[in-house]
């Protein structure tokens, strides 16, 4: 049985860091994404990496603050969040399956994990 499962959200100030972490099991993949859905909207894309190369690709609003990375020994992807701002407030999932930006391509995802930043 395929389980994603994310940690590592949670409430910090504007301009602070957060490291999200999704662990999968049940199969590898070819690559891997985040997306995140805010109250009230939908569930947008935020990164994918490529799991051969660790090639990673990020919506524009990233602008350089986030870092998708892969652990291959742990089956393990990161998402490593700096200079939050409260508009990043949202549940964070990751995904598998699929090698898009479009939510309903990817076939697997995670619980979610909630990611508060506060003024």
């Not at 590592?8 to 199969?27: D, I, T």
């Amino acid at each position: 049985q395929v389980q994603l499962v994310e940690s590592g959200g949670g409430l910090v100030q504007a301009g602070g860091s957060l490291k999200l972490s999704c662990a999968a099991s049940g199969r590898t993949f070819g690559s891997m994404g985040w997306f995140r859905q805010a109250p009230g909207k939908e569930r947008e894309f935020v990164a994918a990496i490529i799991w051969s190369d660790g090639k990673g690709w990020y919506a524009d609003f990233v602008k350089g603050r986030f870092t998708m990375s892969r652990e291959c020994a742990k089956n393990t992807v990161y998402l490593q969040m700096n200079s939050l701002q409260p508009e990043d407030t949202a549940v964070y999932y990751c995904a598998a399956g699929a090698i898009s930006r479009t939510a309903s391509d990817y076939d697997y995802w995670g619980q979610g994990t909630q990611v508060t930043v506060s003024s």
